[in-house]
């Protein structure tokens, strides 16, 4: 998901479980709330280790190849002019 939205859902969560004081028939916002933070907070630790790189299942799937091309210049020099 990424940090922005991670965090974006950890934010709403938390209005959502601290902020409001209004109830809802049918739906318990700070339930809401709670779940909202909590996939906020896996979706960042799963950022966070993407990120860093400790969990490299992209990379584990293509061979690395590495080359290195070395080109030689070749200089060309003119040659006096003849004399007939």
């Known amino acids: ?5 991670s965090l ?3 934010a709403v969560g ?12 049918g739906i318990n916002l700070d339930v ?14 799963l950022a966070m280790i993407e990120w860093f790189g400790w969990w490299t299942w992209r990379e584990s799937r293509r061979p690395v190849v590495t080359r290195r091309i070395v080109r030689r210049r070749e200089e060309t020099v003119d ?5 007939p």
Do not use: C, E, H, K
């Open 32 to 45: 809401v709330g709670l779940i909202l933070i909590v996939i906020g907070l896996v979706a960042f630790l």
């Open 1 to 5: 998901m990424g940090f922005i939205l």
């Open 14 to 25: 938390a209005i959502l479980r601290w902020g409001v004081t209004a109830a809802a028939d």
């Open 8 to 10: 974006a859902l950890v």
């Open 79 to 83: 040659a006096p002019p003849r004399n």
